[in-house]
């Protein structure tokens, strides 16, 4: 019996999360350029042709890669943006994002090394541009959230909160091991959930 076409695209996203999930690995323990796409169909227990039917090379394997998680980025600003309090609008961006470090800590080290990338890195500083555009994006919803909040500066207390929270997800993505990351939940909603401290 032949298969359904949602059979089939449940075949191919499963591929496609394997095959990221393969580059990734190897982009953070070599680096892009040192990586192959050879070398990505081996991690991934692929052959290269079956890789190349999904993409036109490593570029395009990466540009799916950040496609996926400016969506992602998106999601987060979009779903943020939608509950009702600024509260739990900030609540739920502390939660996301540590979560998120907590369970891949490789992947918050693979963006960050690409968003730090240099400028003249033609191939990498085009999908750092995109990153950081998307970060930038986010950043405007938390000033919006502060401004809910009735903080008198929201710019400058959306600053604070992204550096204490981005240096929270460095410090998780750097000590996995025994990291308290409920107890840096709630500091950060401390430190930053009202205006109070200013």
Known sequence: MPRTPEENERIRQAAKEKIHAAAMTLFVKKGY??????????????????????????EDLLAAMIQVRIEEISEVIETAAAIKTPIEQLRYIVDGALDNVYQRPEVYRFYLNLQTQPE???VLAIYRQQLNEESRKQFEVQCQIFEGLGVKEPRMRSLFFS????????MMATYTKGFPVEKMKQQLM???????GE
């Open 120 to 122: 003249d890195d033609r």
């Open 33 to 58: 350029h040192a990586t192959s796409v050879e070398d990505v169909a081996k991690q991934a227990n692929i052959s290269k042709g079956l890789l190349y039917n999904y993409y036109k090379g490593k």
């Open 190 to 196: 401390r430190e930053y959930g009202s205006c109070k």
């Open 163 to 170: 550096s204490a929270l981005h240096g929270t997800m460095l």
